[in-house]
């Protein structure tokens, strides 16, 4: 363990039955997927990475292998409305653009964050500057119950799909930027993200396992929280909880710190919207 030992009691050195390498296989309405894989090249200290999932109780589990009692898809049932629903200045519904439907985005969300013009973008980002730019509407607040959800059902469509985050070419600073925050120690318990999620996982830390933080089922189903969960939304609450001031929602490090912890997960397949404690 990479810990303090004034800090060793926050972590309960032993792996819970809810950590299963060999035996726990996710299957969503008969669709197998890919939870556990060679971790990619550029990971310099884990060999296979596993998702999120695998970590969680049985009982959580057993929510996201069904979307019938899966709770995050009433979100997306809303995101379907919202979707045909005429916003803006310029009387256009998302469908008035994108005829094929929601399924358009098929293989979009396994490919973000990416560069566009130079500048690095994020899914909310990306759904904010349409609606301003072709509809001529509010944008939506970042973890909105109306913007997470239309995150959820653009990332249902890729959902089996592996992620593939570039990370060269006009990716590589951002990226460069992202792997910096992850492993720079924060707060009054000068903790970084990789002292949890690369030294600890599978062990305990309070009442719940330490995934490795993958983001490929993302937005998420909290129970704890009972909605929708961003990616942001949860850098924001770790860092909260190492006890220092946190970047915001939508900054520039949090959208480096995306596209770092999301190429992390590349190889694993999609879940979203997943379920997590």
């Given at each position: 363990?990479?810990?303090?030992?004034?800090?060793?009691?926050?972590?309960?050195?032993?792996?819970?039955?809810?950590?299963?390498?060999?035996?726990?296989?996710?299957?969503?309405?008969?669709?197998?997927?890919?939870?556990?894989?060679?971790?990619?090249?550029?990971?310099?200290?884990?060999?296979?990475?596993?998702?999120?999932?695998?970590?969680?109780?049985?009982?959580?589990?057993?929510?996201?292998?069904?979307?019938?009692?899966?709770?995050?898809?009433?979100?997306?049932?809303?995101?379907?409305?919202?979707?045909?629903?005429?916003?803006?200045?310029?009387?256009?519904?998302?469908?008035?653009?994108?005829?094929?439907?929601?399924?358009?985005?098929?293989?979009?969300?396994?490919?973000?964050?990416?560069?566009?013009?130079?500048?690095?973008?994020?899914?909310?980002?990306?759904?904010?500057?349409?609606?301003?730019?072709?509809?001529?509407?509010?944008?939506?607040?970042?973890?909105?119950?109306?913007?997470?959800?239309?995150?959820?059902?653009?990332?249902?469509?890729?959902?089996?799909?592996?992620?593939?985050?570039?990370?060269?070419?006009?990716?590589?600073?951002?990226?460069?930027?992202?792997?910096?925050?992850?492993?720079?120690?924060?707060?009054?318990?000068?903790?970084?993200?990789?002292?949890?999620?690369?030294?600890?996982?599978?062990?305990?830390?309070?009442?719940?396992h330490l995934s490795q933080g993958m983001i490929n089922g993302f937005p998420t189903y909290r129970l704890k929280q009972a909605?929708?969960?961003?990616?942001?939304?949860?850098?924001?609450?770790?860092?909260?909880?190492?006890?220092?001031?946190?970047?915001?929602?939508?900054?520039?490090?949090?959208?480096?710190?995306?596209?770092?912890?999301?190429?992390?997960?590349?190889?694993?397949?999609i879940e979203t919207p997943a379920v997590r404690q």
């Open positions: 363990m990479n810990l303090k030992p004034w800090m060793a009691a926050a972590v309960i050195g032993l792996a819970g039955s809810a950590f299963a390498q060999d035996d726990s296989t996710l299957s969503i309405d008969g669709e197998e997927f890919v939870t556990e894989t060679e971790a990619p090249a550029h990971l310099e200290n884990v060999s296979t990475i596993y998702s999120g999932w695998r970590f969680r109780t049985p009982e959580t589990q057993a929510l996201q292998v069904d979307d019938f009692d899966n709770p995050a898809m009433i979100f997306v049932d809303q995101a379907l409305d919202l979707f045909q629903q005429v916003d803006g200045t310029e009387g256009k519904s998302c469908a008035s653009c994108h005829t094929d439907g929601p399924e358009e985005f098929a293989g979009l969300h396994a490919k973000m964050p990416k560069v566009v013009d130079g500048k690095l973008m994020v899914m909310e980002e990306l759904i904010n500057t349409h609606r301003q730019d072709a509809m001529g509407a509010e944008p939506w607040k970042w973890s909105g119950a109306d913007m997470q959800a239309m995150v959820a059902l653009i990332g249902l469509q890729s959902r089996g799909m592996p992620m593939n985050v570039a990370i060269d070419g006009d990716a590589a600073p951002f990226w460069e930027k992202g792997k910096e925050i992850y492993y720079t120690r924060y707060g009054q318990l000068e903790l970084s993200c990789s002292n949890c999620h690369e030294d600890n996982y599978g062990n305990m830390i309070r009442a719940d909605k929708l969960i961003s990616r942001h939304n949860r850098f924001r609450g770790c860092i909260r909880d190492t006890r220092a001031e946190t970047f915001a929602e939508g900054s520039d490090e949090f959208k480096a710190l995306e596209l770092y912890v999301a190429s992390r997960a590349n190889g694993l397949d």
